[in-house]
């Protein structure tokens, strides 16, 4: 059984950081892409970042390039979204998804791996609020 379960969300003041994590049980380590979504009130769900399933390639949302980090440790089957210089407009409900099966990086990139419809199991989600 396949399951996704993210960890480290809360409530940061502007221009703070948080390190979401995003553990995967039961998926084969390397064979499995990784995407982190987030969707605020009223607004629909949006992609924040992926990365491919050796951890050598990544892309992010224009919104988030420069502050936010993807990371993957493969032996620990976890994968980790640092996000630094926090603003308001990022509170959200933070979602990991994750897709297995993949063969290379060369077909994970032939995918649009900021769009939803390319995962087939998501976690829980984890609240992140950034506020004074």
């Known amino acids: 059984q396949l399951e996704l379960v993210e960890s480290g969300g809360g409530l940061v003041q502007p221009g703070g950081s948080l390190r979401l994590s995003c553990a995967a049980f039961g998926f084969t380590p390397g064979s499995y892409a990784i995407g982190w979504f987030r969707q605020a009130p009223g607004k629909e769900r949006e992609g924040v970042s992926c990365i491919s399933p050796s951890g050598g390639n990544t892309d992010y949302a224009d919104s988030v390039k420069g502050r936010f980090t993807i990371s993957r440790d493969n032996a620990k089957n976890v994968v980790y979204l640092q996000m630094n210089s926090l603003k308001p407009e990022d509170t959200a409900v933070y979602y990991c998804?994750?897709?297995?099966?993949?063969?290379?990086?060369?077909?994970?990139?032939?995918?649009?791996?900021?769009?939803?419809?390319?995962?087939?199991?998501w976690g829980q989600g984890t609240q992140v609020t950034v506020s004074s």
């Open positions: 998804a994750g897709r297995e099966g993949y063969y290379s990086d060369y077909e994970w990139m032939a995918t649009f791996p900021l769009k939803s419809y390319e995962y087939e199991n």
